[in-house]
């Protein structure tokens, strides 16, 4: 007769509900620490004298270099059963939060860059730990929407980091803006370790305990080789990854248009930006969760199908938002293909748990956030900004502008692999669960 577990009483502190939106809050920190540098780029570029190309470094190989590499180890860590992935979020909040003030401490481009360097590596302990939580404590059935919740972080945390830093560097600067944002983060890393518990103590994962107490746990090698060997998960790194790559792209260069283009200060650029286009993000987040799991159900090649169309529909309204002259009809026209383009996050992720083993789960999200982070965060800003200076002898303010309308264009590339992954879901997703 198999053995059973003894029940254990649940305690507020450990109920999925409040740790899914505690881990929603941190998550919210950490995107406004990692995006506060966009809206604060335009200032900091005229009080350090930085070049199009050096705010690209900034905003994002600096950041995602250190965040994509050390994400595969500590990810690797958080798998084991004996991990506390609490105290590892805690940490890693308490250090990208410290690094986060210390921006607004540099007096040089070199200083800064590695004060930006010190938050990719606290954020590289984050997401991956929290994805493997969220994946013990939800069924299968919920988990692109518990997934899309959590990654509510992502619209939120931008659209405040926006008005926040904006605000900010209108009235006090740019460097009191860091400050403002970063040390908040340390006190609520002591809250999050007062108040929860790994559920891996607690006896309140989804799995039966017993299971995740004998699971056997694997080799470097043996994780990689289940992840890489999967053609739908390379599928869905290629998708995810060019998404990002856009995503990021657009996200700094865009708010930098704003400011250019436009006329516009900081203060205001984040304020109708973040407002505009977190709300459109965050609609969209919670959208393709929803719509991953009401049509996943009976066919799970539909996961990834609203992504899909999504990117496709999005491609014209981009292109017609970046030619507008006047810059609340741009900003208007922009809406619909944030929220087009925000409906990935959710299916892509809870796709990425679905495809391994349990015991794996926390490295598949450092693959993929790996390969995103480092081709989208590190990349995409950074390109878009080479482009940009390569493009101003003949353009001149314009060369932003004209950056964006290829931006446009490129979202039939996630698209399509969005479309080729969705193709081969139906008999791999959950069959580990």
Known sequence: MAATTPAVPLRAATAPRLVLWLLLIVYIFNFIDRQIVNILAEPISRDLGLSDTQIGLMTGIAFALFYTFLGLPI??????????????????????????????????????????????????????AAHSLISDIVPPERRSSALAFYALGIPIGSLLGSMIGGLLADSVGWRAAFLFVGLPGILLAVLLLVLLRDPRRTGLAARPQAAIAAQAALSNREALKQILGSRVFVLLLCAASAASFLSYGKATWAIIFFQRTYGLSPGMVGFWFGIWAGLAGILGTLAGGWLADRFGRSDRRHVLTAPAVGMVIAVPLSYAAYMASDWKVSLALLMVPTFLNSLYYGPTFSSAQGLVRPEARAMASATLLFCQNLIGLG???????????????????????WVLYGAAWLGLVPAFFFWRTSLRLHASLDRHS
């Open 75 to 128: 990810a690797r860590y958080a798998d084991r059963p004996s991990t506390n992935r609490i105290g590892l979020i805690a940490v890693a909040l308490a250090v990208w939060s410290a690094m986060t003030a210390l921006c607004g401490l540099a007096q040089n481009f070199v200083q800064l860059l590695l004060a930006r360097v010190g938050v990719g590596v606290g954020e590289a302990g984050g997401t991956p």
């Open 379 to 401: 990349l995409g800003p950074l390109f878009f900004g080479m482009l940009s200076d390569l493009f101003r002898p003949t353009a001149g303010e314009d060369s932003v502008r």
